[in-house]
Every structure is written in C-alpha cells, then in structure tokens.
C-alpha cells in the first residue's frame, strides 16, 4: 500500500491538536493534579501533564493500540508507553524483534528509534483509576480514526486489551466500513483478517502489573505475539 502526501508532517499537525485537547475536563484536571503532586521517586521531574500523543514511524506496518498513557508514565515523560512497566515490556518485546533500537523507553530523549511501529491509545490522558468514562473513549476515538487514515501503509494493527480491541473495532467500521459477522471475540493470541487491503487485527492481554504479576499474561506469550507479527510481515 502506497502513501500518498507527507505523513510525517500531517502526524505532525494530529499530535499537535491532541497535545492542546481539552475535550475532556475530567482528564484534564486529574493530569494537572498529577503533575503537580508528582510521586515521591520523580520529585524532581518536570511532568508533561498533557494529552500524550501517538509516537513512531510515519511509515508503520504495525500500529499497536493501548488503553491510555500512565499517571506517572506517559503523562510524566510526554511519550506514549514510556516510564512504567507496561512500557518496559512493549519496548523490550520490540527490540528483540527487531522492532526498536533500544530495550527501554525512560524519557522523550534517550535516543530510542521505532521502525516499522506506530504506538497510540484509546485515551491520551491518564484516566483516575486507568478506567476512562465511555463519554471519553468517544471523545478520543476521533483521533484513533485520524490515525489510521495518515497511517496507510499498517499491515497489522495489534491491539493490547479488550478496550482497545472494541474502540478499535469502532473506528474500524467508521474507517474501512467494517463489517465482519460474526463479530471477533476478544481472545489473546487471536487473528482475525478484516478483509482485501486492510490490516490484519491481532489480540493480547495489555501488559499491565495485574496481567503480567499474576501470570495471566508471561513474557513467552507475549514476546510470541510480537514474534508473529514479525514472521507475517516477512511473508506477506
């Protein structure tokens, strides 16, 4: 699939209205409380506290979808999956598979480089409690869909989560006109092909503490994923 313009400065202009958001009030207060208070181990960061807006290569074939960043992750470093360890597990997995050119994702200038990656998320705020209010998601989903209009050359769109598997969905059927029957489930390790010239969706656990501590979630599982997605580009 070709790109037609220049998808560099037109992610460029996207990030830029996402960054100046104020959709959605809530969001914006909690952010700003959390940038002010800041956690005991990053007093002495200056938070981002904005919106946080998409990161990686204007030319991706893989666009992976999270939930939305961390109060003392993404809304503290400004980079999407960056400074918990959601990020630690996303960027280790992506490096290992050829993905990235570093294994962590610390701050927005440690020299890390995506290649043939795109990160997002339904939300680019932190959410109080990571769990957004549906009136939210529909006031992020815009740029989701944004996204994957800029983004044409994806071949596989991985999403982490079951949220981010139905918001993705959504913006699918918006997108591409979508209409798949029956319905995908949500299930880790899942396929599903979306039909003739559009990305292939994979699912997985998000790698949260809660997925990942209590086992639901292992590093073979998810490095095989990533894995995967690596093989199927090669073949297609």
Known sequence: ???????????????RRIVDCQRCPRLRNFCDCVAKEKRRAFIDWSYWGKPV??????????????????????????RMF?????????????FQTGFANQP?????????ELKRVYLTAVVRCAPPLNKPERSEI????????????????????LTLGRTAFDSFLKVARICYGLRITPRPRFRHGALYELGDGLPRLRVSYHPSRQNTQTGKLTWSMWLRTFRLIQSELINC
Do not use: F
């Open 1 to 15: 699939m070709s790109m037609p313009g220049n998808s560099k400065s037109t992610l460029h202009d996207l990030n």
């Open 53 to 78: 807006p998409g990161v990686g290569d204007p030319n991706a074939l893989v666009l992976i979808i999270g939930l939305a960043p961390a109060a003392h992750g993404g809304t503290r470093t400004g």
């Open 82 to 94: 960056c400074g918990d360890s959601s990020g630690d597990w996303l960027v280790n997995a992506l």
């Open 104 to 112: 962590t994702s610390t701050y927005r200038e440690d020299g890390l």
């Open 138 to 157: 529909e006031n992020c989903l815009p740029y989701m869909a944004e996204e994957l209009r800029i983004l044409k050359n994806v071949q596989v769109v």
